[in-house]
Structures are given as structure tokens and as C-alpha cells.
């Protein structure tokens, strides 16, 4: 087990415990202030929020070291479906609300209606929610924090949570990444092919 493995501990919250995310935040600022050695960051701490919950259902994902004050690494997301409801209504992809902005690779518009026509969205019963992954990122990169966090976010099984984890994947790093963790690519682009939409089916549900 790589090192910075020991001790790694995980946390999910959402607008019902903004105190976890308070801690995180700070966390987060102090971790890129002192510049931790081997640490990388994409953003400021001016630029992150662990604490915004305007969107419903906005639910958040931190790999700590030992605590949540010493965070590598989040996953900032959406849930929404079950209860039945279809793919189309039931995801929360950026790009669906954006018209022209999912294509296929017949450069077809991916909408609501038809996004349960493609791979790993035409799995989808209904029966458990969908997670929308917005944004995930890992401070010690290539050294499983970011796999840790995915083997977690699928392990939630309150009420066999989360059918199925959706993201917009933006370059071939990322899209090995979620690859490697078990996500197929759709067949939809999106942003004009920038991005390549990525999908887990858990396997507990069968259509
Ligand atoms: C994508 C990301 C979250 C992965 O987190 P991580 O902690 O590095 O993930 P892991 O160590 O579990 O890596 C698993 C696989 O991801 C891919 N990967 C991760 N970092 C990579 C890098 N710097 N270069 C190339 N591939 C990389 C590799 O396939 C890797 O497997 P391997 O090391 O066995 O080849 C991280 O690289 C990151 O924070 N990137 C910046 C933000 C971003 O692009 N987020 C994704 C889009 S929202």
C-alpha cells in the first residue's frame, strides 16, 4: 500500500452537515498555503467551496488523512432519480441543460429524451438514484487517492444508493481514470468533444 494510503478516511455530506464542509474548507486553505510537498492543487482556495448547496441535491465526497481537516482530495456532485423516474429526467449532466452541447458521434444531439438510448444510460431501471460527478480531484495525484474515493462513493448502500454515477470526463487523463474505475464511455461527447461522458452501472441493480 502506497503511504499516503495509511490512515486515508472518507467523509459524505450534504446540506444538512455544512459543518463538515466548513472543516474541509479550512483544511483545503491551509493544506495550499503551506504547499505541501508532492501536493498539487487546480484551484485556489478562493475558487473551492465545500459549503455550496444551492443546487439540490449537492453532495460532497472528501478522502482525508485521518481527519477531515486534512483533506487529498474531494468529489463535488449531484444526486437525483430513483422513484422509477427515467435516464433523461434522472441525470444531472451539466451539458443536458445546455442545448447542442452532448453529441453523439453521429453528431446527434444528446437531450433528455434520448440519453437513455445510450451505453450505460439504456441499464438504467429507475430504481436507485443517479450521481452526477461535477468535479473530482485528488491533491496527491497517481497514488490511488482518487480510486479510494471512487471504491467509496460506489460502496454507499443506503437503500442500495446510487444505480448509477454519471461524469463529463475532460481530456484522456481523466478518462483513464474513470476507465480504470470501472466506468464505460456512453458514446456521447461533450463541449464540442473536449469531453467524453462516463458511466458506472452498479451491478446490485438489474434491468
Ligand atoms: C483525475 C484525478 C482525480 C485522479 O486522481 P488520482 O488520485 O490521481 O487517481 P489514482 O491515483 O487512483 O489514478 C488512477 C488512474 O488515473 C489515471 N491518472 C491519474 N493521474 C494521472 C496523471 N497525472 N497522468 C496520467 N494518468 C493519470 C491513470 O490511469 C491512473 O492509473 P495508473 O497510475 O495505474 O496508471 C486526478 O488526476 C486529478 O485531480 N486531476 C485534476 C482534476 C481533474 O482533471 N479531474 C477530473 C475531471 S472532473
Request: hydrophobic share 35%; proline share 3%; glycine share 12%.
Amino acid at each position: 500500500m502506497k503511504p499516503i494510503l495509511k490512515n486515508l478516511q472518507f467523509w459524505k455530506y450534504g446540506k444538512e452537515n455544512p459543518g463538515l464542509g466548513r472543516l474541509a474548507e479550512e483544511g483545503y486553505s491551509k493544506a495550499f498555503w503551506n504547499a505541501r510537498l508532492r501536493y498539487s492543487f487546480e484551484y485556489s482556495p478562493d475558487e473551492v467551496s465545500f459549503t455550496d448547496f444551492e443546487i439540490p441535491g449537492r453532495i460532497y465526497f472528501i478522502a482525508g488523512r485521518g481527519d477531515i481537516t486534512n483533506p487529498l482530495g474531494f468529489a463535488r456532485c449531484v444526486e437525483g432519480g430513483g422513484d422509477g423516474m427515467h435516464a433523461g429526467n434522472a441525470s444531472k449532466l451539466d451539458g443536458l441543460d445546455v442545448k447542442g452541447f452532448l453529441r453523439d458521434s453521429e453528431d446527434r444531439e444528446v437531450t433528455r429524451s434520448n440519453l437513455g438510448n445510450y451505453d450505460g444510460f439504456d441499464a438504467y431501471t429507475g430504481q436507485g438514484k443517479i450521481l452526477s460527478i461535477e468535479r473530482i480531484e485528488s491533491f496527491a495525484q497517481r497514488q490511488g487517492v482518487g480510486s479510494q474515493l471512487i471504491d467509496f462513493i460506489k460502496s454507499q448502500d443506503d437503500h442500495r444508493l446510487y444505480e448509477l454515477i454519471e461524469a463529463e470526463a475532460n481530456g484522456i487523463k481523466p478518462v483513464n481514470f474513470f476507465r480504470k474505475n470501472g466506468f464505460i464511455y456512453s458514446g456521447i461527447d461533450a463541449d464540442a468533444g473536449e469531453m467524453a461522458v462516463m458511466v458506472w452501472n452498479n451491478p446490485k441493480f438489474k434491468s
